[in-house]
């Protein structure tokens, strides 16, 4: 059998020329840009306002992770589960013979790679703004280290999306197509967006992601234990329902 | 001779139609095995079964005679296939997806790709994506995906579909050579007799899910017999004449005129003579042969192969 590193490089190899890849950059810089507009929007509001580096990266993590990362993350597990259905190309692949479970695993790992990075471009795209704010009109503690704080604390939020994204992935594979996580996807995020407030989003896994991530889950009055747990638990069916569906569906 | 792919009563079922019904094929080695039949008689069923891509929901496959189900991959490297319209990525090229294909299969020979591009007459597409391939050139690249590894086994659902008829012409001509030079053995589907015909060495016939006949295709063409047609004012009576007076055994009625006889074919001068004297009016006398096609439209009760 194929070994999975082969695997990885030959899925890397499938992106090549992928529109997907610029969408889903121009998709999380937006992040950058919405946060650039608040800050100026805030400044000319309230000159005697000053801000953080890390006020700027805390108020991001909102769009990171419950809004715009959500959408964009949805997007890229579908596009990677379903394309194989689209093209058609399950049936090439998988008789040279790739294994069913390494095939699953492979995209995965992808997605993860991709949040990764993802998560790493919004990063420095703050920065690269921040910098240019913090030129122009002066910001407090801006400095690298608080910026690679944040972008360990990024990175967190970035795993945990992941995690969260897998139930989505199932419903890519399921309905092999992008229109059902798409819009599974929009009622996680209205969902995210009620609740990203109140206390009881510590039980709701998307945006208890969100609560880990920015320290704030302990303060809900729920054990953070069970927030993890939902999440765990979440994810864990995310993936079960992906590979076993897989193992056992029909190339059709 | 062994067989390089044996089935067992193999049967798939969807919802309550079985799509593949107690099909036990045996496809010996080296041979080219023209497995025909209508659309939607089960032979991409079978084949998809036959690489694992659909379960079956019982019966055996032996694969170069390991079963399928502790088959651990082994046996699938010496297969090549296409099923139906080949899947590649569309935003590579050709040759990328060639190249991705390979590595997967652990191909590092640096001439593979090149050689089995050149095959199939794309080696000069180098900067189209897939995406803008014509049906023809997708076909073509499949065939080039299908026999990149040297495989023993061909697995090819349609792979004519889309080619112009000097593609037909040119594939035809690498899948003989294939077979007679490296003694590769194809399976191949088709819902065209005519080009079963030119390629096959034995012939499985599949309808509504079964596997009606398999036969050697010289046997067939043996087994292909003159008949006289003879059309008369009353088929029933002549029928009766034929059996009684002229000692005829092997005829049919075809319709309420019309009366084919396979023996005593050289009388027949002298039956006509007894059918006109018993009173009937006989209109036309043919001495004719059936063709494949009729045999086949004959044996899934109407209707032809296409």
């Known amino acids: 059998m194929v070994a999975l590193a082969e695997l990885i490089c030959c899925e890397l190899l499938k992106l090549k020329r992928s529109k997907v890849i610029v969408i889903s950059i121009l998709g999380v810089l937006a992040v950058p840009c919405m946060m650039l507009i608040e800050a100026l929007q805030m400044h000319f509001k309230h000159p005697e306002l000053v801000f953080t580096l890390a006020d700027l990266y805390d108020n991001s993590l909102i769009y990171v992770m419950l809004l715009i990362g959500m959408m964009v993350y949805t997007a890229i597990a579908a596009y990677l589960f379903s394309r194989e259905y689209t093209e058609g190309t399950l049936k090439t692949i998988l008789t040279i013979p790739v294994q069913k479970t390494s095939f699953v695993a492979t995209k995965f790992c992808i997605l993860f790679l991709w949040i990764v990075v993802l998560t790493a471009i919004t990063w420095a795209g703050m920065l690269a703004l921040a910098t240019g704010y913090h030129a122009a009109l002066g910001m407090a503690e801006f400095s690298l280290r608080v910026a690679l704080a944040w972008l360990a604390r990024m990175l967190l939020g970035g795993v945990l999306a992941f995690l969260t994204t897998s139930p989505l992935a199932y419903l890519a594979e399921r309905t092999k197509g992008l229109v059902v996580p798409m819009i599974a996807a929009a009622v996680i995020v209205m969902g995210s967006a009620a609740l990203s407030n109140q206390n009881v989003g510590a039980l709701y896994p998307w945006t208890a992601t969100f609560l880990l991530t920015k320290g704030r889950l302990a303060s809900t009055g729920y054990p953070v234990w069970l927030a993890v747990s939902i999440v765990v638990l979440v994810s864990a069916l995310g993936f079960a329902a992906t590979f076993g569906h897989f193992q056992r569906e029909d190339i059709t | ?306």
């Open chain 2, 1 to 306: 001779m062994g067989n390089v792919i044996e089935t067992e009563n193999l049967i798939k079922i969807y919802g309550q139609t079985p799509a593949v019904d107690r099909v036990s094929l045996h496809v010996p080695k080296g041979s080219i095995y023209g497995l025909l039949g209508r659309n939607g008689a089960g032979k991409t069923t079978t084949m998809r079964m036959l690489l694992n891509l659909i379960r079956p929901n019982s019966g055996t496959i032996l694969l170069f005679g390991d079963d399928h189900r502790s088959n651990s991959g082994a046996s699938y490297r010496r297969v090549g296939s296409i099923i139906e319209t080949p899947g590649f990525y569309e935003n590579l090229t050709g040759r990328e997806n060639l190249h991705l294909i390979a590595r997967l299969r652990g191909l590092h020979r640096g001439d593979a790709v090149g050689r089995a591009l050149e095959i199939v007459g794309l080696e000069g597409e180098t900067d189209k994506t897939f995406s803008s391939y014509s049906l023809g050139m997708k076909q073509r690249l499949g065939i080039a995906a299908a026999v990149m590894h040297e495989p023993e086994l061909l697995i090819l659902d349609e792979p004519i579909n889309g080619l112009d008829p000097i593609g037909i012409h040119e594939i035809r001509g690498f899948l003989l050579a294939l077979s007679r030079e490296r003694g590769t053995t194809i399976l191949i589907s088709s819902h065209v007799l005519s080009e079963v015909e030119q390629l096959a060495d034995i012939i499985g016939v599949m309808h509504e899910g079964r596997l009606l006949e398999e036969t050697d295709l010289a046997e067939l063409y043996r087994r292909n017999r003159q008949y006289v047609e003879l059309e008369t004012s009353d088929a029933r009576a002549a029928a009766w004449v034929l059996e009684r007076q002229c000692g005829v055994s092997d005829y049919t009625v075809r319709d309420g005129r019309v009366i084919r006889f396979y023996d005593r074919i050289g009388d027949r001068g002298a039956i006509n003579r007894s059918l006109v004297e018993s009173g009937m009016l006989v209109t036309k006398v043919n001495v004719s042969e059936d063709t494949l096609e009729d045999y086949f439209t004959e044996l899934i009760g109407g209707g032809g192969i296409g």
